[in-house]
């Protein structure tokens, strides 16, 4: 036999003692090399995670502009290596960096002004902050915070910057692929997946079958939820298990989380829940510009001649988003609330259940932080108890209620034109058409609008809705109802 060594012979070993041991030199080698190779991100985004990753209005669009349009890519390292996920999973670097650079390269595939990367960031970011100040993400294993950082990321991956419902209407290959059911969120996740079977993406290798399975339907129940058409169902179903002694099924919790995040800009700091509306109001008018050459009918809120903004908006508010959040405050009480509970029943104090249900990853990054930055704060901080239940913080109330007076401070002051969105031609078209501007005393208007001077019999029935008309006379609250069904 020759004694040549052979390049695609297995190594041999002695004994089977040795070969464990070889096994585990290997491996930790991979995790030195893990921790210290391909992943570093650049100082000055280093240092703004730091200062103000735990923010809940962090500022996604600052970082995008450091990032030089690579917020996600490195929001996503960011809390790889919070939670140890590289080392753990033994993700190979040059994997990951991979798949987050087609990653961002789908989200930037139509060239959305809206459903982009840094959206995909945005929601990323928001997820995890809920999580940590919360504390919900004592409740989690590492495979599930592993699961929801993806989910989050790639949610709106390679999003066409239109709604379901245009998929429907114009039977596009999506609408026929995927039965006109869930179309973009069933894309969002099965593209992801397609992708991460590429050997050169692929960071799920060394999950267990079992690991696997778990990964992929929670990644999947995250980004169907997200779906707008199932918001109704998914709230009611929430408030259901509420109202039940058992606790609240993972799933259905961060299904919830995920969605509130996907719609959360309008309880961000004003300039960042703006900034986000005229993005989204672009994509929605381009997407009515697309109807109306196609002879279609014009979807909800995307006819950029007849589309109230500062309605449009608090509408939004009062109808979605404030409910949303309320459900998920709720919710995360009644979690912690259990897990507080299951702790002391086990004779352990009430605040054991955030060390001792701790993600070893968890631990070992908060061991290499100051005991004085943001990240430890939020750890380290008590949650507030009401009787024998604990109470998260809700620092989205605070927001909600100013942008929502906001938005109606700007219906007084416009006559409820949209101004901020119209071009100089279109102004004067909307101006002949919306009629009745109420006083500036008036803080009440946007609540008991008054009817228009032409009252049609459309107009009627829906005169006793809240948030009434826009230049054609239909509610708002019928609107959103309406574009929820259709999408």
Same mark, same amino acid.
């Given at each position: ?66 990032s030089n349009g690579h917020s996600l890519k490195y929001t996503v390292i960011e809390l790889f290596q919070r939670f140890d996920l590289t080392s753990k999973y033994r993700i190979n670097p040059s994997s990951l960096d991979t798949f987050l650079t087609k990653l961002e390269q789908g989200y930037s595939k ?124 998914q709230i009611k179903t929430m408030k259901s298990m509420l109202s039940m002694p058992e606790n609240i099924d993972k799933s259905k919790a961060l299904s919830l989380v995920l969605h509130c995040a996907d719609i959360s800009h309008p309880a961000k700091q004003w300039d960042l829940h703006h900034r986000w ?139 409820? @034109? !949209? *101004?901020?969105?119209? %071009? &100089?031609? /279109? +102004?004067?078209? #909307?101006? =002949? @058409? !919306? *009629?009745?501007?109420? %006083? &500036?005393? /008036? +803080?009440?208007? #946007?609540? =008991? ?39």
């Amino acid at each position: 036999m020759s004694g040549n060594f052979k390049r695609n012979e297995k190594p041999k070993f002695k004994t089977v003692a040795q070969a464990i041991r070889a096994g585990i030199m290997v491996d930790r080698m991979f995790r030195r090399a893990s921790s210290t190779t391909a992943m570093n991100i650049p100082p000055a985004i280093t240092e703004k995670f730091r200062t103000g990753m735990d923010e809940w209005c962090f500022d996604v669009f600052d970082l995008d502009d450091q990032s030089n349009g690579h917020s996600l890519k490195y929001t996503v390292i960011e809390l790889f290596q919070r939670f140890d996920l590289t080392s753990k999973y033994r993700i190979n670097p040059s994997s990951l960096d991979t798949f987050l650079t087609k990653l961002e390269q789908g989200y930037s595939k139509h060239h959305n002004p809206y459903h982009n990367l840094v959206h995909g960031a945005d929601v990323t970011q928001t997820v995890y902050q809920v999580l940590t100040q919360s504390k919900l993400i004592h409740w989690l294993t590492d495979l599930e915070i592993f699961a929801t950082i993806i989910a989050a990321a790639i949610h709106d991956f390679e999003h066409t910057g239109t709604t379901n419902n245009f998929h429907i209407n114009t039977q596009s290959d999506f609408a026929m692929l995927y039965n006109d059911k869930a179309v973009l969120e069933n894309h969002h996740s099965s593209s992801t997946f397609r992708l991460l079977r590429s050997e050169d993406c692929n960071i799920l290798h060394k999950l267990a079958r079992a690991e696997y399975r778990e990964f992929r339907s929670l990644v999947i129940d995250m980004v169907l939820a997200t779906d707008m058409s199932s918001h109704f169902q998914q709230i009611k179903t929430m408030k259901s298990m509420l109202s039940m002694p058992e606790n609240i099924d993972k799933s259905k919790a961060l299904s919830l989380v995920l969605h509130c995040a996907d719609i959360s800009h309008p309880a961000k700091q004003w300039d960042l829940h703006h900034r986000w509306t005229m993005s989204l109001l672009d994509e929605f008018f381009i997407q009515g510009d697309m109807e109306r050459d196609m002879g279609l009918p014009l979807s909800p809120l995307c006819d950029r001649h007849n589309t109230l903004v500062p309605e449009s908006q608090i509408g939004f508010i009062d109808f979605i988003v404030e409910p949303s959040f309320q459900v998920m405050g709720d919710m995360l009480d009644k979690v912690m609330t259990h897990l507080s509970e299951s702790t002391a029943s086990e004779g352990n104090k009430d605040d054991d259940v955030f060390e001792s249900d701790k993600p070893k990853a968890l631990v070992k990054h908060t061991e290499s932080c100051s005991q004085t930055s943001p990240w430890m704060s939020l750890l380290n901080g008590k949650l507030k108890k009401k009787g024998n239940s604990i109470q998260i913080p809700r620092a989205w109330e605070e927001y909600l209620k100013e942008n929502r007076n906001s938005w109606k401070a700007l219906a007084r002051k416009d006559g409820r @034109k !949209t *101004s901020s969105v119209l %071009s &100089e031609e /279109d +102004k004067p078209q #909307l101006d =002949k @058409k !919306t *009629s009745d501007d109420k %006083s &500036e005393k /008036d +803080k009440d208007a #946007l609540e =008991k609008e008054s009817k228009p001077n032409d009252k049609s019999s459309e107009v009627k029935k829906n005169e006793e809705v809240d948030l009434k008309k826009n230049t054609k006379g239909t509610s708002l609250g019928v609107k959103f109802k309406s574009r929820l069904k259709k999408k």
